[in-house]
Nanobody, 118 residues
Framework: VQLQASGGGLVQAGGSLRLSCAAS????????MGWYRQAPGKERELVAN???????NYADSVKGRFTISRDNAKNTAYLQMNSLKPEDTAVYYC?????????????WGQGTQVTVSS
């Protein structure tokens, strides 16, 4: 599976961004798609994921502000990010995995930088 991420950028606190992650290749093997982020000096963390069937999971820090969705016809996952905070600044990576909680066995897209200014 190959993943192409897009949509990062610079935004002021309180603003919004939408990230996209387009999958190609062996898409039949994808069970879960997710977004992870890594800030400088910090470990990579799960932001949100969506499982085949539509169930979603979010980090507590983004609940109520971020929404993950998936368009199966376009093989694309989206992360709508609203009410952004400076602490959301990080490199965001999309992931496509063959099972719900096995991101490390899946494919990663290139990172996209999200910077939120105060």
């Amino acid at each position: 599976v190959q993943l192409q991420a897009s949509g990062g950028g610079l935004v002021q606190a309180g603003g919004s961004l939408r990230l996209s992650c387009a999958a190609s290749g062996s898409i039949f093997s994808i069970v879960a798609m997710g977004w992870y982020r890594q800030a400088p000096g910090k470990e990579r963390e799960l932001v949100a994921n969506i499982i085949s069937g539509g169930s979603t999971n979010y980090a507590d820090s983004v609940k109520g502000r971020f929404t993950i969705s998936r368009d199966n016809a376009k093989n694309t996952a989206y992360l709508q990010m609203n009410s952004l905070k400076p602490e959301d600044t990080a490199v965001y990576y999309c992931n496509a995995a063959p099972c719900p909680w096995c991101a490390d066995f899946g494919s990663w897209g290139q990172g996209t930088q999200v910077t939120v200014s105060s």
